[in-house]
């Protein structure tokens, strides 16, 4: 079989392999990205760092397994479990590293320690014999995340059924996952990155994001020489939302790849794409113990929109009004350890030739939303209301998405938290449009009294009889209306 076919069975094999996970990468010994499976922006930046950090403080033989959710690990958020286990195919070993999400406990954290239980990589299997007894320690903390035993055993099993596969494909055909097919791999990804980014031409732009609570995010971004730098000095440090220079690098990168219509398996080949330069203790370089949700949820979407604009510019190419994507963010927590969380999706901004998309997670690939009836089997409270926010689009030639809008009858008394996401920063449309509206919350009393909400975040209580009333953001338009 010539080298061609051989790579393409390997691309091929990658992709099966990861395509059982929501987010997962392989990695050879050399610390080579071979395959890249992402559900948000972050986990591009942040997969290699989590391996290597791993297999620094242990061996990681075969049939191991360590579990962190620590976001100065090369985790993303506290809410999210990361596996990584070493396998071995003839003298090389690899390593799978997986992801897992669960339901984030949205609060006003000072710090790390306030949004949950932070777990350091920590061994939980050797040789495929889980340690049951420090799982158990974990789950019983009371800060531990929500449906931590379950994630771990369904993904536990899903990992190792897919080392085991690999494996197998590699027995039969010993050639598949040799140094020189990796090579050839990674080689063919480059030649077709370099091939797009030749067309690119020389220019630079700036571009700024300022929130109405004062944090600045300066963007320069410069293509030269075929060379793609985005270079954040003069972005602000802030007390509330926060990001690190991991997950700020891969938002760049996945914005880059959504720009160029990325159609190949991502592998290391594509990181040699960009430099992304972030100031020391600004909002996007965060250091521990900064509290990180908040920052995740609010800064990528329109970080990556800002890069897309810029990019835009310079290229005289797609351009993207601002997005309201996962602009509005709820939780409601019962008695009895009932949590229903829930992201109102807001509307995406409008390109050169297409109106923006309606209350779609433009940057998340994963569509997990359960139906109202699931919802209201699960939880005390009733959905009397769940569509499209008329006119929150921006208007131009091409108009911005429209958010959404999500109306809630709470049937037990609780605790509503919440994240406005993007209200302290309008969804600019571009070139003459208008912006997308900003998000709007409120709790009208069983009362009849009206309370409406205008802090970013925060935390009250409900009661029974209480409607919360939520608007996600639109997108912003584009281009001047005919």
Known sequence: MNSFHQTQNLSFLLTEILAEFESAVIINQEGQTLGLRYEVLPDLGTFAPLVEMASRYFPLNEGDLVLTNDPYSGGTTLSVLNF???????????????????????????????????????????GRE????LLEIIRSHPMAPEGFFE???????????????????????????????????????????????????????????TFETGEVIRLHTEIKDKEVHFDFAGTTHSSRIFLTDQSTYGTCLGAFLCFLGQDFLINESAFSMIQVTTPKDCLLNAKYPSPIFEGLAEITSLLGSAVIQSLAEITKSRSMGLNGSVSTILTLSFSGGQFFFDPVAGGTGATDDSNGLDAFYFWVLSR?????????????????????????????????????????LVKEAGSLRWLLGHRNIQNKGLKGAQAGKPSELSVIKASGEELVISDPHGEIAVQAGDRILAASAGGGGLGKSP
């Open 151 to 209: 994630k771990v055993t369904q993904l536990s099993q899903s990992i190792w059924t897919q080392v085991d596969l690999v494996k197998s494909w590699a027995a039969k055909n010993p050639t598949l996952l040799s140094r020189q097919n990796q090579k050839n791999l990674l080689n063919e990804t480059q030649r077709r990155i370099h091939k797009t980014i030749d067309e690119l031409p020389n220019g630079d732009h700036r571009l700024d994001l």
């Open 368 to 408: 997990r939303q359960p139906s109202i009836e699931e919802i209201e089997r699960l939880y005390p409270i009733t959905v009397l209301q769940s569509g499209i926010r008329p006119d929150s689009g921006g208007k131009g030639k091409h108009n911005g998405g429209h958010g959404m809008i999500r109306e809630i």
């Open 130 to 133: 889980m340690n049951h007894a």
């Open 84 to 126: 990584i286990t070493a396998f071995k195919v003839g003298d090389q070993k690899f390593f799978l590293a997986v992801r897992g999400r669960l339901k984030p406990k949205l609060s006003s954290a000072k710090s790390l320690e306030d949004e949950g239980l932070r777990i350091p990589p920590t061994p939980i299997a050797t």
